[in-house]
């Protein structure tokens, strides 16, 4: 696993425990934090759009 993978997992895993614990422990949300967490799963979804289509072409390549 790159280290950029596991670093994006650890971001997945802690803005999962977040919200878990905002729900199990009815924690009052701010906009900043929603914002927060927004912006955490926002990253992981461009890094990996990016990765998917690096390894595409990575692959496309490969193959010619």
Do not use: H, Q
């Amino acid at each position: 696993i790159l280290p950029v993978t596991y670093g994006v997992c650890n971001v997945m895993k802690r803005s999962f425990v977040i919200v878990i614990s905002i729900i199990v422990f009815g924690t009052a949300v701010t906009t900043k934090s929603v914002a927060g967490i927004t912006i955490a799963l926002m990253g992981v979804l461009l890094y990996s759009t990016v990765k998917y289509r690096e390894d595409s072409k990575a692959k496309k390549l490969k193959a010619t």
